[in-house]
Protein backbone atom coordinates (compact mmCIF):
# COMPACT_ATOMS: atom_id res chain seq x y z
CA UNK A 1 0.00 0.00 0.00
CA UNK A 2 0.88 3.37 -0.78
CA UNK A 3 2.14 5.56 1.92
CA UNK A 4 -0.51 8.46 3.35
CA UNK A 5 0.17 11.79 2.36
CA UNK A 6 -3.01 13.17 4.25
CA UNK A 7 -4.45 16.42 3.92
CA UNK A 8 -6.56 17.99 6.79
CA UNK A 9 -7.88 21.13 6.29
CA UNK A 10 -9.45 22.93 9.23
CA UNK A 11 -11.51 26.33 9.81
CA UNK A 12 -11.64 28.55 12.24
CA UNK A 13 -15.38 29.30 13.42
CA UNK A 14 -17.23 30.56 16.49
CA UNK A 15 -17.08 28.24 19.44
CA UNK A 16 -20.02 25.78 19.46
CA UNK A 17 -20.64 26.51 22.94
CA UNK A 18 -20.48 30.54 22.07
CA UNK A 19 -24.72 30.77 21.01
CA UNK A 20 -24.19 33.23 17.72
CA UNK A 21 -25.91 36.80 17.28
CA UNK A 22 -26.74 38.59 15.00
CA UNK A 23 -25.19 42.01 13.71
CA UNK A 24 -27.42 45.25 13.87
CA UNK A 25 -26.89 45.38 9.53
CA UNK A 26 -28.77 42.03 9.53
CA UNK A 27 -25.73 41.50 7.41
CA UNK A 28 -24.14 38.21 9.20
CA UNK A 29 -23.36 36.89 13.04
CA UNK A 30 -21.57 39.32 15.27
CA UNK A 31 -17.43 37.73 15.22
CA UNK A 32 -15.94 40.81 17.30
CA UNK A 33 -14.83 39.78 20.67
CA UNK A 34 -16.20 36.18 20.42
CA UNK A 35 -14.46 33.26 21.40
CA UNK A 36 -13.22 30.88 17.96
CA UNK A 37 -11.74 27.73 17.97
CA UNK A 38 -11.54 24.80 15.30
CA UNK A 39 -14.77 24.17 13.59
CA UNK A 40 -15.07 20.52 15.87
CA UNK A 41 -15.59 18.22 12.44
CA UNK A 42 -12.29 19.27 11.52
CA UNK A 43 -11.63 18.60 14.98
CA UNK A 44 -12.31 14.91 14.59
CA UNK A 45 -10.20 15.28 11.10
CA UNK A 46 -7.07 15.85 12.62
CA UNK A 47 -7.66 13.51 15.71
CA UNK A 48 -8.09 10.33 12.85
CA UNK A 49 -5.72 11.07 10.93
CA UNK A 50 -3.11 11.06 13.96
CA UNK A 51 -4.30 7.69 15.00
CA UNK A 52 -4.13 6.29 11.43
CA UNK A 53 -0.49 6.94 12.34
CA UNK A 54 -0.01 6.22 16.01
CA UNK A 55 -1.74 2.84 15.65
CA UNK A 56 -0.36 2.04 12.27
CA UNK A 57 -3.26 1.22 11.05
CA UNK A 58 -2.46 1.82 7.16
CA UNK A 59 0.01 -0.72 5.58
CA UNK A 60 2.02 1.56 4.24
CA UNK A 61 2.32 3.89 6.96
CA UNK A 62 2.01 7.80 7.17
CA UNK A 63 4.80 9.87 5.30
CA UNK A 64 3.30 13.32 6.23
CA UNK A 65 0.29 15.30 8.05
CA UNK A 66 -0.32 18.69 6.58
CA UNK A 67 -2.98 21.06 8.34
CA UNK A 68 -4.59 23.34 6.12
CA UNK A 69 -6.28 26.71 6.49
CA UNK A 70 -7.52 29.69 4.51
CA UNK A 71 -8.68 32.35 6.86
CA UNK A 72 -7.70 35.67 8.59
CA UNK A 73 -3.97 36.11 10.61
CA UNK A 74 -6.03 34.23 13.98
CA UNK A 75 -6.32 31.34 12.02
CA UNK A 76 -3.17 30.47 12.72
CA UNK A 77 -4.06 29.70 16.15
CA UNK A 78 -5.93 26.61 15.15
CA UNK A 79 -3.22 25.29 12.48
CA UNK A 80 -1.01 25.51 15.68
CA UNK A 81 -3.54 23.49 17.61
CA UNK A 82 -3.67 21.08 15.21
CA UNK A 83 0.08 20.42 14.86
CA UNK A 84 -0.19 20.06 18.85
CA UNK A 85 -2.72 17.32 18.30
CA UNK A 86 0.12 15.50 16.12
CA UNK A 87 0.42 17.07 12.66
CA UNK A 88 3.69 17.83 10.99
CA UNK A 89 3.33 21.06 9.30
CA UNK A 90 0.60 23.55 8.47
CA UNK A 91 -0.43 25.86 5.94
CA UNK A 92 -2.11 29.07 5.81
CA UNK A 93 -3.98 30.98 3.15
CA UNK A 94 -4.55 34.43 4.87
CA UNK A 95 -7.42 36.33 3.87
CA UNK A 96 -9.00 39.56 5.08
CA UNK A 97 -10.37 39.67 8.51
CA UNK A 98 -14.47 39.32 8.21
CA UNK A 99 -13.73 38.04 4.32
CA UNK A 100 -15.45 34.38 3.49
CA UNK A 101 -14.73 32.00 1.25
CA UNK A 102 -17.62 30.07 0.05
CA UNK A 103 -17.35 25.95 -0.56
CA UNK A 104 -16.63 26.22 -4.18
CA UNK A 105 -13.27 28.43 -3.71
CA UNK A 106 -12.08 26.51 -1.06
CA UNK A 107 -12.65 23.29 -2.92
CA UNK A 108 -10.74 24.58 -5.76
CA UNK A 109 -8.01 26.18 -3.48
CA UNK A 110 -7.75 22.61 -1.61
CA UNK A 111 -7.12 20.94 -5.30
CA UNK A 112 -4.19 23.05 -5.53
CA UNK A 113 -2.75 22.36 -2.58
CA UNK A 114 -3.20 18.24 -2.83
CA UNK A 115 -1.40 18.86 -5.96
CA UNK A 116 1.15 20.86 -4.76
CA UNK A 117 1.46 18.34 -1.81
CA UNK A 118 1.28 15.23 -3.37
CA UNK A 119 -1.39 14.30 -1.22
CA UNK A 120 -3.32 11.30 -1.40
CA UNK A 121 -5.63 11.46 1.34
CA UNK A 122 -7.77 14.25 2.28
CA UNK A 123 -9.95 14.08 5.50
CA UNK A 124 -11.83 17.12 6.48
CA UNK A 125 -14.90 17.42 8.51
CA UNK A 126 -18.43 16.95 6.53
CA UNK A 127 -19.30 20.45 7.05
CA UNK A 128 -18.26 24.07 9.26
CA UNK A 129 -20.74 24.87 12.13
CA UNK A 130 -20.95 28.10 10.67
CA UNK A 131 -22.47 28.31 7.23
CA UNK A 132 -23.71 24.49 7.63
CA UNK A 133 -22.79 24.37 3.78
CA UNK A 134 -21.44 20.28 4.09
CA UNK A 135 -20.45 21.09 0.32
CA UNK A 136 -16.35 21.42 0.44
CA UNK A 137 -15.95 17.61 0.71
CA UNK A 138 -17.92 16.83 -2.24
CA UNK A 139 -16.69 19.73 -4.18
CA UNK A 140 -13.02 19.12 -3.72
CA UNK A 141 -13.78 15.25 -4.89
CA UNK A 142 -15.33 16.19 -8.03
CA UNK A 143 -12.90 19.13 -8.86
CA UNK A 144 -10.08 15.78 -8.34
CA UNK A 145 -12.35 13.35 -9.91
CA UNK A 146 -11.66 11.00 -6.98
CA UNK A 147 -14.09 8.73 -5.29
CA UNK A 148 -15.21 10.41 -1.77
CA UNK A 149 -16.74 8.85 1.56
CA UNK A 150 -19.01 11.27 3.15
CA UNK A 151 -20.09 11.09 7.33
CA UNK A 152 -17.48 8.58 7.90
CA UNK A 153 -17.93 7.34 11.46
CA UNK A 154 -15.17 4.18 11.12
CA UNK A 155 -12.48 3.96 8.52
CA UNK A 156 -10.16 1.10 7.88
CA UNK A 157 -7.59 0.12 5.58
CA UNK A 158 -6.64 -2.32 3.41
CA UNK A 159 -4.51 -4.48 0.63
CA UNK A 160 -3.99 -2.48 -2.95
CA UNK A 161 -4.41 0.99 -1.72
CA UNK A 162 -8.35 -0.15 -0.64
CA UNK A 163 -9.97 1.96 2.23
CA UNK A 164 -13.32 1.00 3.63
CA UNK A 165 -15.76 3.71 5.40
CA UNK A 166 -18.69 2.98 7.33
CA UNK A 167 -21.45 6.03 7.83
CA UNK A 168 -24.64 5.79 9.73
CA UNK A 169 -27.57 6.40 7.67
CA UNK A 170 -31.34 6.37 8.81
CA UNK A 171 -32.13 2.74 9.93
CA UNK A 172 -28.54 1.53 10.03
CA UNK A 173 -25.27 1.67 8.82
CA UNK A 174 -23.98 1.97 4.91
CA UNK A 175 -20.13 0.29 3.79
CA UNK A 176 -18.24 1.77 1.16
CA UNK A 177 -15.42 0.63 -0.28
CA UNK A 178 -12.65 2.61 -2.93
CA UNK A 179 -9.33 3.04 -3.71
CA UNK A 180 -6.66 5.67 -2.81
CA UNK A 181 -6.27 8.82 -3.57
CA UNK A 182 -9.76 9.42 -2.29
CA UNK A 183 -11.63 12.08 0.08
CA UNK A 184 -13.16 11.03 2.97
CA UNK A 185 -15.76 13.40 5.44
CA UNK A 186 -15.58 13.22 9.13
CA UNK A 187 -18.57 12.64 11.44
CA UNK A 188 -19.03 12.87 15.14
CA UNK A 189 -19.22 8.78 16.24
CA UNK A 190 -15.44 8.69 14.01
CA UNK A 191 -13.37 9.40 17.55
CA UNK A 192 -12.86 11.67 21.02
CA UNK A 193 -10.40 13.90 19.96
CA UNK A 194 -7.66 15.10 21.92
CA UNK A 195 -6.50 17.88 24.22
CA UNK A 196 -3.55 19.59 22.87
CA UNK A 197 -1.46 19.30 26.11
CA UNK A 198 1.08 22.44 27.19
CA UNK A 199 4.17 20.57 26.04
CA UNK A 200 2.63 19.85 22.65
CA UNK A 201 1.78 23.35 22.23
CA UNK A 202 5.04 24.55 22.95
CA UNK A 203 6.23 22.05 20.58
CA UNK A 204 4.55 22.44 18.03
CA UNK A 205 5.68 26.50 17.77
CA UNK A 206 8.76 25.01 16.25
CA UNK A 207 6.86 23.23 13.68
CA UNK A 208 6.80 24.62 9.74
CA UNK A 209 3.93 26.62 9.18
CA UNK A 210 3.98 28.29 5.68
CA UNK A 211 1.82 31.85 4.18
CA UNK A 212 -0.06 31.77 1.19
CA UNK A 213 -2.15 34.04 -0.47
CA UNK A 214 -5.31 33.27 -3.10
CA UNK A 215 -2.84 34.76 -5.46
CA UNK A 216 0.25 31.99 -4.83
CA UNK A 217 -2.37 29.67 -6.16
CA UNK A 218 -3.77 31.43 -9.36
CA UNK A 219 -6.81 32.46 -7.42
CA UNK A 220 -9.60 34.74 -6.45
CA UNK A 221 -12.64 35.08 -3.82
CA UNK A 222 -14.97 35.49 -6.61
CA UNK A 223 -18.54 35.53 -5.30
CA UNK A 224 -21.43 33.62 -6.77
CA UNK A 225 -23.87 33.79 -3.51
CA UNK A 226 -25.40 37.04 -2.64
CA UNK A 227 -26.99 37.23 1.13
CA UNK A 228 -30.20 39.19 1.47
CA UNK A 229 -30.31 39.27 5.18
CA UNK A 230 -29.52 37.34 8.49
CA UNK A 231 -32.23 36.87 11.00
CA UNK A 232 -32.46 34.97 14.43
CA UNK A 233 -34.75 32.22 15.74
CA UNK A 234 -34.87 31.24 19.31
CA UNK A 235 -32.44 28.11 18.48
CA UNK A 236 -30.23 29.17 15.35
CA UNK A 237 -29.41 31.97 13.12
CA UNK A 238 -29.54 31.18 9.43
CA UNK A 239 -28.51 32.70 6.26
CA UNK A 240 -31.28 34.00 3.54
CA UNK A 241 -28.84 33.58 0.00
CA UNK A 242 -29.24 33.51 -3.97
CA UNK A 243 -27.38 32.53 -6.55
CA UNK A 244 -25.90 35.66 -8.34
CA UNK A 245 -24.02 33.42 -11.23
CA UNK A 246 -24.96 29.81 -12.11
CA UNK A 247 -21.41 27.56 -11.36
Same mark, same amino acid.
Given at each position: ?10 ? $? ?7 P $?V? @?AQT???TA ?18 R??? @? ?12 ? %? *? ?12 M *??? *??R??H ?7 E????T ?6 K ?6 S????L?K? %????D *? ?23 F??? !?S???T???D ?5 ? $? ?5 VI?? !?L ?11 N???? @? @???? !?????? !?Y ?5 K ?18 VF? %???
Amino acid at each position: MSALRILVPVK $RVIDYAVKP $RVN @KAQTGVETAGVKHSMNPFDDLSVEESVRIRE @KKRAPGGVEDICAF %S *AGPPKAQEILRTAM *AMG *ADRGIHVEIKDGEELEPLTVAKLLKKSVEEQKSNLVILGKQ %SIDDD *AGQTGQMLAGLLNWPQATQASKIEFGEN !DSVTVTKEIDGGVETV $RAKLPMVITT !DLRLNTPRYATLPNIMKA @K @KKKL !DKKTLE !DYGLTNDKRLKVLKVTGTLRYSFYMAVFS %SPY
